[in-house]
């Protein structure tokens, strides 16, 4: 597991993914958008929604339902798409995390922070950084680097580079 911060205190992109609580480093988060055309790429990754064009750049968009083994919900008006920026192979990548609903930064103390359970959880340990107790409630904050994992980033890369192009120019 990933050592807890050592800084007083810590900022996360709070999100929701089917009625439950999770979060991302804000310093990994690029921006966060408003749900777009997502472009479905032909034969990709279960997991995989498709890429969207943000500013001229193909990004590939992860359903983090289908990643996690969740049950699908309907996109509303609070869907969102994080994107997040990961260093793969010593280069910088964006990847978009398709969430229920962003609810802002929360900030946490080290006293706030646990190391996630060894075992019991729903999600691959070794991908939850730690466990945040805000407001009453559970916040799973997530490894960004070990969500989206090196070998998905390089199958992700290799079927962008075949289909992307084609799938965002209608070719």
């Known amino acids: 597991m990933n050592e807890l911060r050592a800084t007083e205190q810590s900022q996360y992109l709070r999100f929701h993914l089917a009625g439950r609580s999770y979060a991302f480093d804000v310093l990994k988060v690029h921006e966060v958008m408003s749900l777009v055309q997502i472009t479905p790429l032909p034969s990709s990754m279960d997991f995989l929604a498709g890429v969207i064009n943000l500013r001229g750049s193909v990004i590939p968009v992860v359903d983090l339902h289908r990643k996690f083994g969740m ?7 609070d869907t969102s798409i994080i994107i997040v920026d ?29 190391a996630p359970p060894r075992f019991g959880m729903q999600l691959n340990s070794n991908i939850v950084h730690a466990i945040a107790k805000k407001d009453g409630e559970f916040v799973v904050i997530l490894d960004t680097e070990r969500v989206f994992s090196d070998k998905e980033l390089w199958l992700v890369r290799d079927e962008l580079g075949q289909d992307a192009g084609k799938a965002l120019t209608g070719a």
């Open 71 to 77: 049950s699908a919900v309907d996109n509303t008006v």
């Open 86 to 114: 990961l260093v793969h192979e010593g280069e910088a990548t964006l990847i978009g995390a398709l969430v229920d609903a962003v609810k802002g930064v929360m900030r946490c103390e080290k006293k706030d922070l646990e």
